[in-house]
């Protein structure tokens, strides 16, 4: 043994998966209604097969949602296509984009960029734990220069969200 601590596992969406399995569903049962309503209209043939089967591909690459991780130093987000992966504790700017869906943009040192949206941090505090702590040494590095203040805000969301959460908990709210 070379003495080394082991790595800790990074930390996930815990809802990533419920929101996989609601993105299969739906795509199985739009292939499954077409499939039925072409076969009863008598219509169904193996070209109207693929179309739907593309379609299903489709629907199932719109619906799943990015899987979001998290690790000492560092945040990724992975979609089936792309890979993005920024460290947090070298962040140089922090921009909020979007008023209905909001998302946003993180860029480190390195110049690598990501784009993640804002609540799935407020919906895993884990993820936030992580995030939150990579920020605070980008601060005290001095590398942070903009998005403090979109950082404020957002830690002030998640403070208010745990709080209705404890409260909603204990029966007082």
Do not use: K
Not at 130 to 136: I, L
Request: aromatic letters at 6%; proline letters at 5%; one cysteine or more.
């Amino acid at each position: 043994m070379d003495g080394s601590r082991p790595r800790p596992a990074p930390t996930g969406d815990r809802h990533w998966r419920d929101s996989a399995r609601f993105a299969t569903g739906c795509a199985l049962t739009f292939f499954a209604m077409t499939l039925v309503v072409d076969w009863d209209a008598h219509t169904l043939t193996a070209p109207r097969t693929m179309l739907w089967l593309v379609m299903t591909a489709l629907l199932f690459t719109i619906l799943l949602p990015q899987r979001v991780t998290a690790g000492p130093g560092w945040l990724a987000v992975r979609g089936l296509v792309r890979h993005q992966a920024v460290r947090t504790d070298a962040l140089v700017t922090v921009r909020q984009y979007g008023d209905v869906s909001t998302h946003l943009t993180l860029c480190d040192t390195d110049g690598r960029r990501l784009e993640l949206d804002p609540r799935i941090l407020v919906a895993n505090p884990l993820l936030w734990h992580e995030f939150d702590t990579g920020v605070r040494r980008s601060r005290a590095g001095g590398t942070l220069r903009e998005g403090i203040d979109v950082l404020e805000r957002l830690r002030h969301e998640i403070d208010d969200t745990q709080a209705r959460a404890v409260l909603r908990a204990s029966g007082l709210f």
